[in-house]
């Protein structure tokens, strides 16, 4: 889903409550337009929308009831800052993405599998619900287990989110040495010149990666030329040594 | 700034489109209205309504000509999720933050100080501008580091933001496995199971935690209580085992 679609969807207060009503229990219309003090005819309208988006879902019930309920799970991020305006959306990656391929990160959660899975036979001996945690597939120990994993799950997203916090931080002070040393008023120059070292040569990939209108790159990359920080060998821009 | 807020604004395309266009320079209104094809007295309003919100700032230069840029550094998560609804604004951390707190994650960048500080007095007799690089205060390599510097610090960004990705998949797959293993449709219960699993064992914190009215919580507690999975010591609430 295009995060500007998901921002227009977003950008409206009934709509976020709605979400935010129908992501802890499926809710049909009245019970929502009553808990939110909002129109039926408002509410009905939103869930049109955010059903459309594909973000919501319905069900019907025995008394042909419709609940709704959230339907996707996905991802916003934005960043404003004086050196760029970014935003993407991303749906999870599966369980089985291979994070090792990462060379800044490095990430342990102790209880990534369910102890169920992880002993195999050893707890396959477990008793059956008993009396008193009727409807209980596991054991108190398993359930404790589970809702470890969960908790320490919360924690490394609470924490990846405090190190893209450090990180944006990072990234604006770079931005200003490098800017500063080359003596740009604009982030431009220097996101073009970070590009170029980086291995992106072509106006054209640049001005994708950059998501500015090629011939701005193409200006860009001729001043940096002619103040001496870059060249051309070959048809590839490359830094001036 | 208030996610929510944060997100009315940005919920407009106008609105993205302008920050877009001076988050690479500094622009007038008259400028932002050829380039994006909407009337002044439309750029001026959004204008307005970014600068209120402490988003956007104005400079005035010697011809008088008011230009925008913008003010802060502000990231902001939205997950919308079948197990929850959540959003948060936040603001870069200082880059002396300390992330070596963090149990799960690992963060390494081998770039991390400029080379000139690093290196203190080997680099002192780092030759003046050249004439061929006019306004340059560093040298060719220098230049090079501190672009490979911020090169790094965006592939960190991307692996943080992946690595978000991944770990929702997994609190979704372990919401799942847990709301399954005590029988429930909905997450609620699993979610107030985990916050006690978590040593968050009164309804006031709870509710604060999870973002759900405290009544919703008490009611939750005692079913779990009255199915055994739950059970209240000296006033607090603990797994039952």
Known sequence: ????????????????????????????????????????????????????????????????????????????EVTVAPYGFGMKSAYPASPSFDLSGCQHLKI??????????????????????????????????????????LNELQDLARELSLAQRWVQGRIAGALDSLADAIGDEDYLHAEVLAAVEDGTTAPQEISRELDVPREVVVECLRQLRERGLLRRRAGEWQLAT
Chains 1, 2 share one sequence.
Not at 48 to 64: F, I
Not at 113 to 130: F, I, N, Q, R, W
């Open 108 to 149: 342990s959660v102790s209880r990534s599998e369910l102890p169920a899975e992880a002993d195999g036979g050893a707890t396959a001996a477990a008793p059956e619900a008993s009396d008193a945690s009727e409807g209980l597939t596991v054991t108190p120990a398993e359930l404790a287990d589970l809702a470890e994993r």
């Open 1 to 76: 889903m295009d995060a500007g679609a998901l921002l227009d969807l977003l950008g409206n207060e009934n709509r976020r409550r709605i979400l935010r009503l129908i992501s802890r229990k499926p809710c049909y219309v009245t019970e929502i337009s009553e808990q939110l003090g909002v129109s039926p005819k408002a509410v009905i309208d939103h869930l049109r929308k955010l059903e459309e988006a594909g973000l919501v879902e319905s069900r019907t019930d025995d008394q042909r009831r419709k609940y709704f309920h959230i339907a996707r799970n996905v991802r916003l």
